[in-house]
């Protein structure tokens, strides 16, 4: 099932797309949100090995003209230096502002390529592709984008709003044990500040949820159905 969840920012709404496969439809998405003639898809190692060429296909064949940058894994990529060298990579790609950033990867590659897209040409559009659980419930939604600085973690940034997040959950399988629970705290954390009824729905699919159950993990009520 595939669930739409509404981002209410003033000027500048867009949808949280969730469920399964989300991936194998990223190109028809994404084109469905812009009418960019080019993608500067941004990912790391990991998730490139993984995922960019049928990444690119897609976007491909939606139309789109792709640029595939793929940088090191890891927080040490979060930096002014890779940032400054990804806007140089774009204006070298001929990149422009009508075009998009397409970030996919964890939470590293949303905050690098999210700050690249609000600082080049003073701003392009980007979308959010999250593969893993903790980019999904909360770095990729909310328009925080940010590098570090040595004095710091995310001293550099901006809000820039994407034009929607399409967050794939059979991406979710892949994860190690400890990306799986380090993304858990964030749910929990979310749940206790919503409080009920998701609190309540969180305590009650525990064992499931902990234990990546698809049948009943996901059925959250309170979400759309597409």
Not at 14 to 25: H, N, R
Request: proline share 4%; net charge negative.
């Amino acid at each position: 099932m595939t669930c739409i969840e509404r981002v209410a920012v003033p000027g500048a709404e867009y949808d949280v797309v969730i469920g399964p496969g989300l991936l194998g439809e990223l190109g028809q998405r994404v084109r469905a949100m812009t009418t960019a003639s080019a993608a500067a898809l941004i990912s790391d190692e990991n998730v490139a090995s993984r995922y960019a060429t049928e990444a690119d296909s897609l976007l491909a064949r939606a139309g789109f003209n792709v640029v595939s940058i793929t940088v090191p894994a890891g927080e040490s990529s979060k930096s002014w230096a890779m940032a400054g060298g990804l806007c140089e990579e774009l204006a070298a790609r001929a990149i422009s502002r009508g075009d998009v950033v397409v970030a996919l990867g964890g939470g590293v590659i949303g905050d690098l390529a999210g700050f690249v897209a609000a600082t080049y040409l003073r701003g392009v559009d980007f979308v959010q592709v999250p593969t893993t659980l903790l980019a999904m419930v909360d770095s990729s939604v909310g328009g925080k984008t940010a590098v570090d600085l040595r004095a710091g973690k995310n001293l550099a940034g901006a809000f820039k709003q994407p034009l929607g997040v399409i967050a794939d959950t059979s991406l979710l399988s892949t994860l190690p044990e400890g990306e799986w629970l380090s993304g858990l705290a964030e749910v929990a954390k979310t749940a206790v500040l919503d409080g009920e009824p998701f609190l309540g729905w969180l305590e009650e699919h525990a064992s499931a949820v902990g234990a990546r159950e698809t049948s009943s993990a996901w059925r959250e009520p309170r979400r759309t159905s597409e």
